[in-house]
T-cell receptor, first 116, second 118 residues
Framework: DSGVTQTPKHLITATGQRVTLRCSPR?????VYWYQQSLDQGLQFLIQ???????AKGNILERFSAQQFPDLHSELNLSSLELGDSALYFC???????????????FGPGTRLTVL | GNSVTQMEGPVTLSEEAFLTINCTYT??????LFWYVQYPGEGLQLLLK?????DKGSNKGFEATYRKETTSFHLEKGSVQVSDSAVYFC?????????????????FGQGTILTVHP
């Protein structure tokens, strides 16, 4: 158990809908990262928050947005869903902001999103 | 940009066989290198890491050496077990200071599925 929790575990929805994925980081971790794992794109970085502020963006679509709340949990919002958004979405957390060698990222179990 | 290339899988081995999963990278700057493992139905777990050239990461019988001259970080294990069956990801991370944009994000290879038979 990494200490990172994600809900829900599975999500099935229809095209055009909007969903929210939730992540609770490990106690004491200030950074939260979101990654998407799909068959065609592999595992890719979406966005990072640190202590409530957005700090880095990757290949995140404009239909997707995220935020980190004062209690440090984070939510990833996916809207106008398309079939191609079906994927496993991982959240990871780490203590610090920078990519230093001791700033290990711990991954949650993921949320599997299926868009029908 | 930064990228990681892993050998294509899947890889199927018998128990006690020798394992090699190749990984090469392209990076600006000096990356840290990682191997993550994903067991069925679970999230990614850090298996081992190396932060500078010639470093060897090791854990649970797995090893990988950071080779700057060949930009490689191949994963090896001398004798695999059925319980090693999983998906293995090679990844890199660039340290970024103020003004950078990486802030520690991981760049992953495509993953290699390993199946070990008794």
């Amino acid at each position: 158990d990494s200490g990172v929790t994600q809900t829900p575990k599975h999500l099935i929805t229809a095209t055009g809908q909007r969903v929210t994925l939730r992540c609770s980081p490990r106690s004491g971790d200030l950074s939260v990262y979101w990654y998407q794992q799909s068959l065609d794109q592999g595992l890719q970085f979406l966005i990072q928050y640190y202590n409530g502020e957005e700090r880095a963006k990757g290949n995140i679509l404009e239909r997707f947005s995220a935020q980190q709340f004062p209690d440090l949990h984070s939510e990833l919002n996916l809207s106008s869903l398309e079939l191609g958004d079906s994927a496993l979405y991982f959240c990871a957390s780490s203590v610090a902001l920078w990519g230093t060698s001791d700033n290990e990222q711990f991954f949650g179990p993921g949320t599997r999103l299926t868009v029908l | 940009g930064n990228s990681v290339t892993q050998m294509e899988g899947p890889v199927t081995l018998s128990e006690e066989a020798f394992l090699t999963i190749n990984c090469t990278y392209t990076a600006t700057g000096y990356p840290s290198l990682f191997w993550y493992v994903q067991y069925p139905g679970e999230g990614l777990q850090l298996l081992l890491k190396a932060t500078k050239a010639d470093d060897k990461g090791s854990n649970k019988g797995f090893e990988a050496t950071y080779r700057k001259e060949t930009t490689s970080f191949h994963l090896e294990k001398g004798s695999v077990q059925v319980s090693d069956s999983a998906v293995y990801f090679c990844a890199l991370r660039i340290y970024s200071n103020a003004g950078g944009t990486s802030y520690g994000k991981l760049t992953f290879g495509q993953g290699t599925i390993l199946t070990v038979h008794p």
